[in-house]
């Protein structure tokens, strides 16, 4: 039996006695390292540390941690009183107000788990007794919420930079315009949904009322601000923003809005701990795996099996946005970046694809398959937070997968959709 076959069995037998993704990985390359490969199996804790070692996977503890006193606080309703103040008395005003607090707190969070929870929590109630099934609303807070991985701060976005050793702050900028896009086109399908259902509306705001939301919601409004700010200004690095960002998230949460006591932040800090413990744990078996498989020759044999040697870029792109799609319907979106990067990532320098535009239409692929059945992690959480059945959760998710796939598409079509702000800020 080859590695390639022992290695796929191993993981296999373990996935499915129900160990945790980590296990199958960190099995896996010991198996290969004691029976297949001829170095020293202390080699093994060379790769591991080596994987946790670069600094840019300091903004990962540092961001998570900012996510989490800002969803202990009352950084979610003050965005939706904003969001609503200006557009809840459109047609579908409410849905629209759905999609862009989760891309504002997704801007804010950079966690499409966190969003769901702060958004689909005070929203949901709202659009059933505005009239919206219920379908159509859990599908949109699930799917709205996957902005959270493309719009800055976005883990997954340092994970695939640290893997693909691709400059993160580019990344970051070029998150921005797909987001974007597809906050636009959720929002003009909740227009058409509600005009079809003839949801009613509610009365204009008053532009006295806006300008309080803004006053309220003005210090949170400010905090993606920051972010993209100061990396586009080029004053800060991103590991040194995720800094700024825990920083002023103590600012905003504890003196500003009083949301949070200075005795909480000790326990919010042991939550990140061991969130933040599991991810570099990943991190660490991911980048032993990778060794493991570059040794196998496992990418090579992969293009080779998919015809993939001299594909067109747009068939390279084809086969990229399916591997990882189909990865995230299955299994966590970071063990998916990491299993998948190494093994494709020489295809994309084979093309001379930007990896910059290919790491977006990753980061993509990946917040789609988190909410696509039938394993998609933001499915779950949607679950336990709306307490609703897996088939009645799923029933209204097509039509923006749909919308999702086809922001992908215009992606390959048009890269500046992604590569605009980067370009201008870095090249």
């Known amino acids: 039996m080859d590695l390639g076959t022992t290695i796929l069995i191993v993981m296999l037998v373990l996935l499915v006695s129900g160990f945790p993704m980590m296990v199958p990985l960190a099995t896996a390359s010991v198996v290969a390292f004691a029976f297949f490969m001829p170095i020293k199996t202390d080699i093994i804790i060379q790769q591991m540390i080596s994987g946790i070692s670069p600094v840019a996977l300091i903004a990962v503890p540092m961001f998570i941690f900012a996510a989490d006193i800002i969803t202990k606080g009352h950084t979610a309703n003050r965005l939706i009183d904003l969001a609503m103040t200006f557009v809840g008395h459109m047609r579908g005003g409410l849905a629209v107000t759905t999609a862009l607090?989760?891309?504002?707190?997704?801007?804010?969070?950079?966690?499409?788990?966190?969003?769901?929870?702060?958004?689909?929590?005070?929203?949901?109630?709202?659009?059933?007794?505005?009239?919206?099934?219920?379908?159509?609303?859990?599908?949109?807070?699930?799917?709205?919420s996957d902005i959270a991985m493309l719009i800055p701060p976005s883990i997954g976005m340092i994970v695939f930079g640290v893997v693909g050793k691709v400059s993160i702050g580019e990344l970051f900028l070029a998150g921005i315009g797909p987001g974007i896009l597809i906050l636009i086109l959720f929002s003009a399908y909740s227009m058409y949904y509600a005009t079809v259902n003839n949801i009613p509306t509610i009365p204009r705001i008053g532009w006295k009322d806006r300008m309080i939301a803004v006053r309220k919601a003005g210090p949170a409004i400010m905090f993606p601000v920051l972010i993209v700010g100061g990396i586009y200004g080029g004053w800060v690095s991103p590991t040194e923003i995720a800094a700024v960002s825990v920083l002023y998230a103590v600012i905003l949460e504890v003196l500003i809005f009083r949301s949070v006591k200075w005795g909480e932040l000790l326990h919010i800090?042991?939550?990140?701990?061991?969130?933040?413990?599991?991810?570099?744990?990943?991190?660490?078996?991911?980048?032993?795996?990778?060794?493991?498989?570059?040794?196998?020759?496992?990418p090579q044999a992969v293009i080779g099996g998919l015809g993939l040697d001299d594909a067109s870029p747009y068939l390279v792109l084809l086969a990229i946005s399916a591997a990882f799609f189909i990865g995230c319907m299955f299994v966590d979106p970071i063990v998916v970046i990491l299993v998948l990067t190494p093994i494709f990532m020489p295809l994309v320098h084979m093309a001379g694809l930007d990896p910059v535009l290919v790491g977006t239409l990753i980061t993509l692929q990946v917040a789609i398959g988190s909410a696509t059945p039938p394993f998609g992690c933001d499915i779950f959480t949607a679950i336990a937070i709306f307490r609703r059945p897996y088939f009645e959760v799923i029933k209204g998710t097509p039509p923006f997968i749909l919308i999702l796939l086809l922001v992908g598409v215009l992606m390959v079509l048009f890269p500046d959709i992604a590569l605009f702000l980067p370009t201008m800020a870095f090249r």
């Open 269 to 298: 800090a042991r939550s990140t701990g061991l969130i933040t413990a599991v991810v570099f744990i990943l991190v660490g078996a991911g980048t032993t795996f990778s060794f493991v498989i570059s040794f196998a020759q496992i």
């Open 101 to 144: 607090g989760c891309t504002l707190f997704g801007a804010v969070s950079g966690s499409t788990q966190a969003t769901v929870v702060a958004m689909g929590g005070p929203l949901r109630p709202k659009m059933l007794q505005a009239g919206y099934k219920d379908s159509f609303t859990m599908a949109l807070v699930i799917n709205a």
